[in-house]
């Protein structure tokens, strides 16, 4: 079936490095993905995205991957931050029809 | 401009209890989705509308009634609560089916 997971539930950086947060997709013709950050307490809140005819697309800090040959997305954040500290998840389109399906999410833990 | 707003923010219920709860957008969407969020489960669709008048089943709709009689809302109703609807429920509103969806802050809700 659909399923759109992250390869790993948590992890934990220090203040200033690198963070990439793997996920994984199963559908081929998936054509547009998310990235969401939620912080606790919160709603997910709209990072990046990226279409399938890209396979790099860059924010404030953020960068997204996009490997259609294996079906992966990634996203990295530059110089991590204590604020960056939440859950993140992507989210796929799925199959024509379908809603937007929803990882479960990697929980980004920094530490200063 | 507000963006997704939702009320109550926290509720707790008897079981058997029935209540709203509403979710208003200012961004002047066509789709509004209901999703819960549940520990280990990610986000999981209830209901949604595709416009004004119109509703559809998301992956989870037994238990729950939704009404959109404007643009602007859209009603969650449980008719009679069960433990098992204990969760964080989500609203969220988007330009088009399938694309970047905007969360509201979401509202706890604990049926005892």
């Known amino acids: 079936g659909e399923s759109v997971g992250l390869h790993l539930p948590t992890l934990s950086v220090q203040e200033g490095d690198n963070s990439i947060i793997n996920c994984a997709y199963s559908?081929?013709?998936?054509?547009?993905f998310i990235w969401y950050k939620q912080e606790s307490g919160k709603g997910p809140q709209f990072i990046i995205d990226?279409?399938?005819?890209?396979d790099k697309r860059q924010g404030q800090r953020v960068t997204v991957l996009l490997n259609k040959t294996v079906k992966h997305l990634s996203l990295q954040i530059a110089a991590t931050q204590p604020g960056d500290s939440a859950v993140y998840f992507c989210?796929?389109?799925?199959?024509?029809?379908?809603?937007?399906?929803f990882g479960k999410g990697t929980t980004l833990s920094v530490s200063s | 401009n507000a963006g997704v707003t939702q009320t109550p923010k926290f509720r707790v219920l008897k079981t058997g209890q029935s209540m709203t709860l509403l979710c208003a957008q200012d961004?002047?969407?066509?789709?509004m989705y209901w999703y819960r969020q549940d520990p280990g489960m990610g986000l999981r669709l209830i209901h949604y509308?595709?416009?004004?008048?119109?509703?559809a089943k998301g992956e989870v709709p037994d238990g729950y009634n939704v009404s959109r009689l404007k643009k602007q809302n859209f009603l969650l109703g449980l008719e009679s609560a069960a433990p098992s609807q204990t969760s964080v429920y989500f609203c969220?509103?988007?330009?088009?089916?399938?694309?970047?969806?905007?969360f509201g802050p979401g509202t706890r809700l604990l049926v005892l």
């Open positions: 509308s595709v416009g004004e008048g119109t509703t």
């Open positions: 559908n081929s013709a998936s054509d547009y």
């Open positions: 961004m002047n969407h066509e789709y």
């Open positions: 989210a796929e389109t799925g199959g024509q029809g379908t809603a937007l399906i």
């Open positions: 969220a509103s988007s330009w088009r089916y399938r694309e970047t969806q905007y």
């Open positions: 990226i279409r399938s005819n890209m």
